[in-house]
Protein backbone atom coordinates (compact mmCIF):
# COMPACT_ATOMS: atom_id res chain seq x y z
CA UNK A 1 0.00 0.00 0.00
CA UNK A 2 0.74 3.44 -0.54
CA UNK A 3 2.86 5.51 2.54
CA UNK A 4 0.10 8.34 2.17
CA UNK A 5 1.45 9.94 5.13
CA UNK A 6 4.21 10.92 2.46
CA UNK A 7 2.93 12.85 -0.77
CA UNK A 8 6.33 12.32 -2.25
CA UNK A 9 6.45 8.70 -1.62
CA UNK A 10 2.90 8.00 -2.86
CA UNK A 11 3.50 9.94 -6.27
CA UNK A 12 6.81 7.38 -6.74
CA UNK A 13 4.87 4.41 -6.08
CA UNK A 14 2.49 5.64 -8.40
CA UNK A 15 4.92 6.02 -11.09
CA UNK A 16 6.47 2.66 -10.05
CA UNK A 17 3.14 0.77 -10.52
CA UNK A 18 2.63 2.64 -14.13
CA UNK A 19 6.25 1.70 -14.78
CA UNK A 20 6.04 -1.76 -13.89
CA UNK A 21 2.90 -2.17 -15.53
CA UNK A 22 3.75 -0.37 -18.86
CA UNK A 23 7.53 -2.38 -18.66
CA UNK A 24 5.16 -5.88 -18.70
CA UNK A 25 2.77 -4.65 -21.69
CA UNK A 26 5.77 -3.28 -23.32
CA UNK A 27 7.76 -6.54 -23.78
CA UNK A 28 4.29 -9.09 -23.83
CA UNK A 29 2.52 -7.35 -26.65
CA UNK A 30 4.24 -4.60 -27.94
CA UNK A 31 6.46 -5.33 -31.33
CA UNK A 32 9.81 -3.63 -33.17
CA UNK A 33 9.98 0.30 -32.69
CA UNK A 34 6.57 0.31 -30.63
CA UNK A 35 6.51 1.56 -26.99
CA UNK A 36 4.77 2.98 -24.37
CA UNK A 37 4.51 6.52 -22.60
CA UNK A 38 4.78 6.30 -18.69
CA UNK A 39 1.48 8.48 -16.80
CA UNK A 40 2.95 11.19 -14.86
CA UNK A 41 -0.22 13.05 -15.21
CA UNK A 42 -0.91 14.87 -11.65
CA UNK A 43 -4.72 14.31 -11.93
CA UNK A 44 -4.42 11.06 -10.33
CA UNK A 45 -3.27 13.67 -7.70
CA UNK A 46 -6.54 15.34 -5.40
CA UNK A 47 -6.64 18.79 -6.25
CA UNK A 48 -7.28 20.38 -3.39
CA UNK A 49 -3.12 18.96 -2.30
CA UNK A 50 -1.93 19.66 -5.67
CA UNK A 51 -1.65 23.35 -4.82
CA UNK A 52 0.10 22.69 -1.70
CA UNK A 53 2.07 19.90 -2.95
CA UNK A 54 3.76 22.28 -5.51
CA UNK A 55 4.75 25.12 -2.98
CA UNK A 56 6.13 22.31 -0.82
CA UNK A 57 8.28 21.38 -3.28
CA UNK A 58 6.80 17.90 -3.45
CA UNK A 59 6.07 18.13 -7.22
CA UNK A 60 9.43 19.19 -7.88
CA UNK A 61 10.80 16.29 -5.75
CA UNK A 62 8.66 14.05 -8.03
CA UNK A 63 10.18 15.83 -11.27
CA UNK A 64 13.64 15.24 -10.30
CA UNK A 65 12.58 11.56 -9.28
CA UNK A 66 11.50 10.41 -12.61
CA UNK A 67 14.26 11.95 -14.44
CA UNK A 68 16.84 9.69 -12.49
CA UNK A 69 18.29 6.38 -14.46
CA UNK A 70 15.83 3.86 -13.70
CA UNK A 71 17.39 0.68 -12.31
CA UNK A 72 16.68 -2.91 -13.14
CA UNK A 73 15.93 -5.09 -10.68
CA UNK A 74 15.91 -9.14 -10.43
CA UNK A 75 13.19 -9.64 -8.25
CA UNK A 76 10.72 -8.35 -5.38
CA UNK A 77 13.27 -9.02 -2.76
CA UNK A 78 15.94 -6.21 -4.32
CA UNK A 79 13.03 -4.13 -3.97
CA UNK A 80 14.28 -0.85 -1.40
CA UNK A 81 10.78 1.98 -2.16
CA UNK A 82 12.92 4.33 -0.27
CA UNK A 83 15.20 4.26 -3.52
CA UNK A 84 16.28 7.61 -4.76
CA UNK A 85 15.14 6.44 -8.66
CA UNK A 86 12.56 4.38 -10.22
CA UNK A 87 13.13 0.73 -10.43
CA UNK A 88 11.77 -2.03 -13.00
CA UNK A 89 11.54 -5.44 -11.36
CA UNK A 90 12.36 -7.99 -13.91
CA UNK A 91 9.84 -10.38 -13.28
CA UNK A 92 8.46 -14.01 -15.72
CA UNK A 93 7.16 -12.78 -18.76
CA UNK A 94 4.61 -15.00 -21.20
CA UNK A 95 6.01 -14.82 -24.75
CA UNK A 96 5.86 -17.24 -27.46
CA UNK A 97 8.10 -19.86 -27.37
CA UNK A 98 9.18 -21.04 -30.73
CA UNK A 99 10.63 -24.67 -29.70
CA UNK A 100 7.25 -25.08 -27.30
CA UNK A 101 5.30 -23.31 -30.17
CA UNK A 102 2.98 -21.89 -27.54
CA UNK A 103 3.32 -18.89 -24.78
CA UNK A 104 4.95 -19.89 -21.92
CA UNK A 105 6.80 -18.55 -18.67
CA UNK A 106 9.83 -16.62 -19.40
CA UNK A 107 12.49 -15.49 -16.74
CA UNK A 108 15.32 -13.10 -17.10
CA UNK A 109 18.80 -14.58 -17.67
CA UNK A 110 20.77 -11.32 -18.24
CA UNK A 111 20.40 -7.72 -17.86
CA UNK A 112 22.73 -4.80 -18.41
CA UNK A 113 21.63 -1.01 -18.79
CA UNK A 114 24.99 -0.11 -21.17
CA UNK A 115 24.56 3.30 -21.26
CA UNK A 116 25.27 3.73 -17.22
CA UNK A 117 29.54 4.00 -16.20
CA UNK A 118 29.07 1.12 -13.10
CA UNK A 119 29.00 -1.45 -16.34
CA UNK A 120 31.13 -3.36 -18.30
CA UNK A 121 30.92 -1.46 -20.69
CA UNK A 122 32.38 1.68 -19.42
CA UNK A 123 34.46 2.61 -21.81
CA UNK A 124 31.78 3.53 -23.83
CA UNK A 125 30.21 6.03 -22.18
CA UNK A 126 34.06 7.41 -21.45
CA UNK A 127 35.07 7.83 -25.18
CA UNK A 128 32.15 10.66 -25.32
CA UNK A 129 32.86 14.31 -25.48
CA UNK A 130 29.77 15.23 -23.00
CA UNK A 131 27.31 12.61 -20.86
CA UNK A 132 24.71 11.22 -21.95
CA UNK A 133 21.58 12.35 -20.81
CA UNK A 134 20.05 10.76 -17.19
CA UNK A 135 16.85 10.51 -19.30
CA UNK A 136 18.46 8.53 -21.87
CA UNK A 137 19.06 4.47 -20.94
CA UNK A 138 19.33 1.65 -23.16
CA UNK A 139 18.97 -1.82 -21.50
CA UNK A 140 19.87 -5.33 -22.90
CA UNK A 141 17.83 -7.83 -21.11
CA UNK A 142 17.72 -11.74 -22.20
CA UNK A 143 14.62 -14.05 -21.40
CA UNK A 144 14.89 -17.92 -21.38
CA UNK A 145 11.50 -20.02 -21.51
CA UNK A 146 11.21 -22.26 -18.23
CA UNK A 147 9.59 -24.92 -19.70
CA UNK A 148 12.22 -25.77 -22.38
CA UNK A 149 15.33 -23.74 -21.08
CA UNK A 150 16.25 -22.91 -24.85
CA UNK A 151 18.10 -20.31 -26.53
CA UNK A 152 17.10 -16.86 -24.33
CA UNK A 153 14.68 -14.03 -26.53
CA UNK A 154 17.17 -11.13 -26.04
CA UNK A 155 15.19 -7.03 -26.29
CA UNK A 156 16.84 -3.87 -26.26
CA UNK A 157 15.09 -1.45 -24.72
CA UNK A 158 15.26 1.90 -25.09
CA UNK A 159 14.22 4.78 -22.35
CA UNK A 160 13.95 8.47 -23.47
CA UNK A 161 12.09 10.30 -20.44
CA UNK A 162 8.90 8.48 -19.86
CA UNK A 163 9.08 6.34 -22.49
CA UNK A 164 10.02 2.66 -23.31
CA UNK A 165 10.81 1.09 -26.62
CA UNK A 166 11.58 -2.22 -28.12
CA UNK A 167 14.45 -1.01 -30.12
CA UNK A 168 15.80 -4.76 -31.25
CA UNK A 169 14.95 -8.29 -30.41
CA UNK A 170 16.91 -11.52 -31.22
CA UNK A 171 15.59 -13.84 -32.50
CA UNK A 172 12.74 -12.14 -34.57
CA UNK A 173 9.28 -12.49 -33.50
CA UNK A 174 7.82 -15.43 -34.85
CA UNK A 175 5.34 -15.13 -37.25
CA UNK A 176 1.89 -17.41 -36.14
CA UNK A 177 -0.62 -17.61 -39.41
CA UNK A 178 -3.78 -19.37 -38.19
CA UNK A 179 -4.09 -22.53 -40.02
CA UNK A 180 -7.75 -21.39 -41.87
CA UNK A 181 -5.66 -18.89 -43.58
CA UNK A 182 -5.18 -20.36 -47.42
CA UNK A 183 -2.15 -21.62 -48.10
CA UNK A 184 -1.96 -20.34 -51.48
CA UNK A 185 -2.05 -16.82 -50.25
CA UNK A 186 -0.37 -17.30 -46.92
CA UNK A 187 2.79 -15.90 -48.07
CA UNK A 188 1.46 -12.39 -48.00
CA UNK A 189 -0.52 -12.63 -44.98
CA UNK A 190 3.04 -13.42 -43.40
CA UNK A 191 4.48 -10.61 -45.32
CA UNK A 192 1.53 -8.68 -43.77
CA UNK A 193 2.09 -9.54 -40.33
CA UNK A 194 6.31 -9.52 -40.26
CA UNK A 195 5.51 -5.72 -41.78
CA UNK A 196 3.07 -4.53 -38.77
CA UNK A 197 5.82 -6.32 -36.25
CA UNK A 198 8.92 -4.08 -37.63
CA UNK A 199 6.57 -0.73 -37.15
CA UNK A 200 5.65 -0.65 -40.82
CA UNK A 201 2.27 -0.43 -40.23
CA UNK A 202 1.67 0.89 -44.17
CA UNK A 203 3.39 -1.93 -45.72
CA UNK A 204 1.35 -3.95 -43.39
CA UNK A 205 -1.65 -2.74 -44.81
CA UNK A 206 -0.52 -3.02 -48.63
CA UNK A 207 0.44 -6.85 -48.37
CA UNK A 208 -2.95 -7.46 -46.42
CA UNK A 209 -5.09 -5.49 -49.29
CA UNK A 210 -2.74 -7.70 -51.81
CA UNK A 211 -3.48 -11.02 -49.43
CA UNK A 212 -7.42 -10.05 -49.74
CA UNK A 213 -6.98 -9.04 -53.84
CA UNK A 214 -5.22 -12.69 -54.64
CA UNK A 215 -7.14 -15.03 -52.58
CA UNK A 216 -10.41 -12.91 -54.45
CA UNK A 217 -8.64 -13.35 -57.76
CA UNK A 218 -7.71 -17.59 -57.25
CA UNK A 219 -11.51 -18.23 -56.30
CA UNK A 220 -13.05 -16.08 -58.62
CA UNK A 221 -10.87 -17.13 -61.16
CA UNK A 222 -11.42 -13.85 -62.61
CA UNK A 223 -8.25 -12.60 -64.59
CA UNK A 224 -6.97 -9.31 -66.27
CA UNK A 225 -7.88 -5.87 -65.75
CA UNK A 226 -10.57 -6.76 -62.94
CA UNK A 227 -10.45 -3.99 -60.55
CA UNK A 228 -10.63 -5.03 -56.79
CA UNK A 229 -14.44 -3.90 -56.11
CA UNK A 230 -14.93 -6.20 -59.16
CA UNK A 231 -13.52 -8.92 -57.83
CA UNK A 232 -14.64 -9.22 -54.07
CA UNK A 233 -18.71 -8.35 -55.82
CA UNK A 234 -17.91 -11.54 -57.72
CA UNK A 235 -16.44 -13.54 -54.33
CA UNK A 236 -19.26 -12.24 -52.41
CA UNK A 237 -21.78 -13.35 -55.01
CA UNK A 238 -19.86 -16.86 -54.60
CA UNK A 239 -21.06 -17.12 -51.11
CA UNK A 240 -24.27 -18.82 -50.05
CA UNK A 241 -26.67 -15.95 -48.39
CA UNK A 242 -26.58 -17.09 -45.07
CA UNK A 243 -22.54 -17.47 -44.79
CA UNK A 244 -22.11 -13.92 -46.42
CA UNK A 245 -24.31 -12.43 -43.75
CA UNK A 246 -22.63 -13.91 -40.92
CA UNK A 247 -19.03 -13.28 -41.91
CA UNK A 248 -16.78 -9.81 -41.91
CA UNK A 249 -17.68 -7.80 -45.62
CA UNK A 250 -13.91 -8.94 -47.08
CA UNK A 251 -14.93 -5.77 -49.44
CA UNK A 252 -15.63 -3.46 -46.50
CA UNK A 253 -11.82 -4.65 -45.28
CA UNK A 254 -10.59 -4.06 -48.88
CA UNK A 255 -11.88 -0.80 -49.39
CA UNK A 256 -10.79 0.52 -45.41
CA UNK A 257 -7.05 -0.47 -46.41
CA UNK A 258 -7.12 1.23 -49.76
CA UNK A 259 -8.39 3.80 -48.27
CA UNK A 260 -5.24 3.88 -46.15
CA UNK A 261 -2.92 3.68 -49.04
CA UNK A 262 -4.17 6.01 -51.61
CA UNK A 263 -3.68 8.91 -48.31
CA UNK A 264 -0.25 7.35 -47.74
CA UNK A 265 -1.81 6.85 -43.77
CA UNK A 266 -0.04 4.68 -41.62
CA UNK A 267 -3.55 3.76 -39.39
CA UNK A 268 -2.31 0.68 -36.94
CA UNK A 269 -6.10 1.15 -35.39
CA UNK A 270 -7.09 0.37 -38.55
CA UNK A 271 -4.71 -2.06 -40.11
CA UNK A 272 -5.39 -4.09 -36.19
CA UNK A 273 -9.43 -4.24 -36.66
CA UNK A 274 -9.29 -4.90 -40.65
CA UNK A 275 -6.67 -7.94 -39.78
CA UNK A 276 -9.30 -9.21 -37.31
CA UNK A 277 -12.38 -8.72 -39.49
CA UNK A 278 -10.53 -10.69 -42.09
CA UNK A 279 -9.18 -13.61 -39.64
CA UNK A 280 -13.10 -13.57 -38.57
CA UNK A 281 -14.25 -14.17 -42.42
CA UNK A 282 -11.50 -17.19 -42.76
CA UNK A 283 -11.96 -18.62 -39.11
CA UNK A 284 -16.00 -18.96 -40.21
CA UNK A 285 -15.18 -19.58 -43.63
CA UNK A 286 -13.65 -22.91 -41.99
CA UNK A 287 -16.03 -23.32 -39.38
CA UNK A 288 -19.40 -22.71 -41.69
CA UNK A 289 -17.07 -25.63 -44.49
CA UNK A 290 -17.64 -23.29 -47.60
CA UNK A 291 -15.35 -24.93 -49.85
CA UNK A 292 -13.20 -23.89 -52.61
CA UNK A 293 -13.14 -23.15 -54.89
CA UNK A 294 -16.05 -21.92 -55.74
CA UNK A 295 -15.95 -19.64 -59.20
CA UNK A 296 -16.84 -20.61 -62.62
CA UNK A 297 -14.09 -21.40 -64.91
CA UNK A 298 -13.20 -18.02 -67.44
ZN1 LIG B 1 10.03 -23.26 -24.65
Known sequence: MANTSDPSLLLQQLFRDDLNQKFKALIETKHLYQRVKLETDRSQVPHDKNSLWAESGVLD????YISRPF????SDEDVDVNARQPFIVLRNMKLFCPSCKCREAFAEIYHQDITRSHNPFAEVTVKLQAPLSDSLQIFCIAYQCQICKGDPITFIIRRTKTHLSIDGRSPIEGIAVAKYIPEEERGYMEASILSHQCGMTLAAILYLRVFIEQFARRVTR??????????LDAYSALLVETHRAAMPSL????DRLSVAIHGGVDDLEMYQDVSNLVNKHFDLRRALGTTLPVGPKS
Do not use: I, M, P
Not at 61 to 64: E, G, K, N, P
Not at 71 to 74: A, S, Y
Open 222 to 231: LEGRTTGDEL
Open 71 to 74: QLLR
Open 61 to 64: RFDA
Open 251 to 254: KSCY
